[in-house]
């Protein structure tokens, strides 16, 4: 059968833009053992989709001509593999394709539940990095102060809900003043700093009077060096990624590092969320509750259609979403 | 009655000449009720000096006119303080001068030891500083590769020998073949690269062929850079000193941080030897042990006279020293 994808027509050096995506159709093969058929559903966009441009990270690199990879919500049309039956959900990475044949093996059957979409946002990688890096890496406790960059962003959403309901002062960075407002107002995140604003270093320091304990760092860069000179003694910065260098064609470190990590006698550690699968069900157990009480809100932004799939990343990169991206694949998705 | 001084005359921008510095000859009064008159023994020089010229860290800056500060064997010469009498041996913060009156709390009597200068180096705060970071921040496990920068020096010397007591692999960064040689020849690293060489990145990769584990870094900058590249995941960063930032105009960040900490899940921490003060019994007990069975040896660096201070800083700079640098005050000195 044949299926649509969205390849990586040339690697990226400095912006990504839509010159560097194409829009193919490609004959699939049938499934051999162990291998399932999928329609996908919801895919997952994300910063990491960026980093994995520059080379090798966590995972292989993409290189020219391959389809862009993406963590996904799919449905299985055909299954060669004894755990899975047509009509199941999955989360399972795959590429950007309406449909396509991938190993059964890691592919994931996802319980039923009222909104597809929250598996790919508040109980997916989003809200479980949030969880996990705040709570395991981060280590906060009540009456600290947590700042988060990216804070309208599909991680940086959670980090601050989640440093709310155990009790701490939350600050967010954000670009622009109606996102700034966003965050604030439908958040609930104590204050929201705007980075474009020239004197945001002055409106950090007085939104933070008591200094910071927490730094969740999801863009690294010249943000990560000014919250630095804000850090108290011991502060933690739980660092999740570098959104501001993967766009970079020079990527410049903080200044400050690492002479304030020993000053100050800071941790820096970096995570990613597949290190703490061992609680996730802690973590969904948690996420659940706070949902149900609504001490956490959802925010999704999701895109329709596979053809935008590279604008939405492009859009994610400049910082337009609020809230998790996502883009909707077919027509007779769910 | 009088007492010689080396106060700091002028705080430098860059590079510490010693131009920075004047000789002088100052009155000092009585010690007062919780005082002690002392006479300095042995001063310890260290590359944090030169970080209290650029502002306050840890600990209070220094300012123009101040006199160097310095941690010290004394001799207690008059006490008004009823934990101490004369002729005592006491570890303690003065200046860099022949006599000082000094408060007698954070004054500490040491014990009797056979060689005093050890007290300053192996069982003073460079050993506890080697153990404290390596052990308590850094964890290694037996045959994990250990990387340690400064080598030769007074930390880097005792980090390296520490971790070969442990069980790892230890390699070395020191300035100069003959310097490296030393490190290999007389402590017994399995391996020291030298940074001057301009493929000295090569030459690390070659001395690791596992990666690296842990990091004890004595220099940040494009040292630090350097080595990150080469950090096996889950690796830890013991972040001890940033000396090749002390002394540069316009200070630089690893370009790869935080990049390297997410992709690697890298930790680095900063510390200081007081933040495990409550470990310094176990601490000196198992320096102790090593020193007498010979798993560790004590390099000493001992520069003579008040008036070799500042050349003996600016050298330490430069890397001249072997093992802990110190400077010893006073015809009579011990």
Same mark, same amino acid.
């Given at each position: 059968m044949k299926t649509r994808q969205v390849i990586v027509k040339d690697l990226p050096k400095g912006?990504?833009?839509?010159? /560097?995506?194409?829009?193919?159709?490609?004959?699939?093969?049938?499934?051999?053992?162990?291998?399932?058929?999928?329609?996908?559903?919801?895919?997952?966009?994300? &910063?990491? %989709?960026?980093?994995?441009?520059? !080379?090798?990270?966590?995972?292989?690199?993409?290189?020219a001509g391959d389809p862009? /990879?993406?963590? $996904?919500?799919?449905?299985?049309? #055909?299954?060669?593999?004894?755990?899975?039956?047509? !009509?199941?959900?999955? $989360?399972?990475?795959?590429?950007?394709a309406d449909y396509a044949v991938v190993p059964a093996k890691g592919a994931q059957k996802m319980p039923p539940v009222e909104t597809l979409s929250h598996l790919m946002s508040v109980f997916g990688i989003a809200g479980k990095t949030a969880f996990h890096g705040l709570l395991s890496v981060g280590r906060p406790l009540p009456g600290e102060t947590v700042v988060v960059s990216a804070a309208a962003g599909s991680v940086g959403a959670y980090v601050g809900q989640i440093a709310k309901a155990v009790g701490c002062r939350v600050v967010g960075?954000? !670009?622009? &003043?109606?996102?700034?407002?966003?965050?604030?107002?439908?958040?609930?995140?104590?204050?929201?700093?705007?980075?474009? #604003?020239?004197?945001?270093?002055?409106?950090?320091?007085?939104?933070?009077?008591?200094g910071i304990d927490i730094y969740f760092d999801n863009v690294g860069g010249n943000i990560l060096e000014t919250v630095l000179f804000r850090m108290n003694e011991r502060g933690r910065v739980v660092c999740c990624g570098a959104v501001s260098q993967y766009d970079a064609t020079a990527p410049s470190g903080p200044r400050n590092l690492p002479g304030l990590v020993?000053?100050?006698?800071?941790?820096?550690?970096?995570?990613?969320?597949m290190d703490y699968a061992h609680e996730d069900t802690t973590a969904l157990r948690a996420l659940q509750n706070w949902v149900k009480?609504?001490?956490?809100?959802?925010?999704?932004?999701?895109?329709? !259609?596979?053809? %935008? &799939?590279p604008a939405a990343l492009i859009g994610l990169l400049a910082g337009e979403n609020r809230g998790k991206r996502m883009v909707r694949v077919g027509p007779d998705a769910v």
């Open positions: 912006t990504l833009t839509q010159d /560097h995506f194409a829009l193919t159709e490609t004959d699939l093969p049938a499934p051999k053992e162990g291998e399932l058929l999928i329609r996908t559903i919801l895919m997952s966009i994300d &910063a990491a %989709n960026r980093a994995w441009m520059q !080379g090798a990270t966590y995972r292989a690199a993409i290189l862009m /990879h993406t963590y $996904a919500l799919a449905e299985v049309i #055909d299954s060669r593999a004894p755990k899975f039956t047509k !009509g199941d959900i999955i $989360a399972v990475e795959t590429v950007w960075i954000a !670009g622009g &003043a109606e996102k700034c407002k966003w965050v604030v107002d439908d958040l609930g995140f104590d204050a929201c700093v705007d980075y474009r #604003d020239p004197a945001w270093h002055k409106a950090l320091k007085a939104a933070c009077p008591e020993v000053v100050k006698r800071l941790r820096m550690e970096g995570f990613i969320v009480s609504g001490a956490i809100k959802v925010p999704e932004d999701i895109v329709e !259609g596979l053809e %935008n &799939a």
